[in-house]
């Protein structure tokens, strides 16, 4: 009966695990050298040079090769690693990101800028 039994349950880990399928890749390569040369530009990120609490205070995005063709588009987000009992209010935008500490204390974030690519 444990025999069977842990039979079955090997069989379904075996069945579940195929009908999850593969692991995605970390990275995308679908052979365009025109992404692989625009996904490696640098980016920089502009700071105000005092966050005002209560306030919009704006991160410019500054890419290396701004003029994006037709079906490029530049995502960024941002997530709060350290801050004082609230996190900030945060909108994502390129080239501005809109950052709102809610109150006064010291705010760790990670700002990440990733391109995108959306074929017709």
Known sequence: MKTTLRLMIGLCGVFLSLAWGQIAPSTCSFEDPLF???????AVL?????????????VIIQLEKP?????????????????????????????????????????ELSVRVNLMYKGS
């Open 67 to 107: 003029n994006l063709p037709s079906g490029y588009m530049v995502s960024v987000f941002v997530d709060t690693i350290k801050s004082p009992k609230s996190e900030p209010e945060v909108q994502g935008w390129y080239p501005k990101t809109n950052i709102k500490p809610l109150k006064e204390g010291f705010y």
């Open 36 to 42: 692989s040369e625009l996904s490696h530009q640098k």
């Open 46 to 58: 502009i700071e105000p040079k005092n966050y005002v609490v209560g306030e919009e205070n704006f």
